[in-house]
């Protein structure tokens, strides 16, 4: 049986006893269990560079406690795939070449494969819609729309 204080993380029960319950989800993740697939960009719930997935739905992990995470299931980039074993949005963001500084994707990548969880058809423009506030500064959007095209084929 799972303490109050646990999330599962990547299919893993962790213990957060020592973390305050009002850290941000992003905190505990970097900080305390070194997970650096989700980055911290504006800390505002604005950029989506910390997204994460909350039992399936794409979360700002920058501006949620890690008490919402409670008994919650958690995942991060690095729970998606492997280097040898890529998920498919992560395989097309490589193939279509979507990243140039690559704070952004973390951000794109979760975002997508939440879409597609619940939306494996979605449209270019519901894609584009699903983006519209993951933010990318260098400009690789047309890359990262052909990777989200690709990734859902
Ligand atoms: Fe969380 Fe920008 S760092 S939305």
Known sequence: MASSREIKVNGQW???????????????????LMLNGPKYGCGLGECGACTVLINGVA????????????????????????????????????????????????GMIMT????????????????KQELAYNLCRCGTHMEILSAAEKAKA
């Open 112 to 127: 997508l494969v939440a879409l597609f969880e619940r939306n494996p058809k979605a449209s270019e423009d519901e894609i």
């Open 14 to 32: 962790i213990r957060l006893d020592n973390t305050p319950p009002t850290t941000p989800l992003l905190y505990a993740l970097r900080n305390d």
């Open 59 to 106: 979360t700002r992990s920058c501006i949620t406690p890690v008490s919402a995470a409670y008994q919650k299931e958690i995942t991060t980039l690095e729970g998606l795939g492997t280097e040898q074993n890529m998920h498919p949005v992560q395989q097309a963001f490589v193939e279509e070449q979507a990243a140039q500084c690559g704070y952004c994707t973390n």
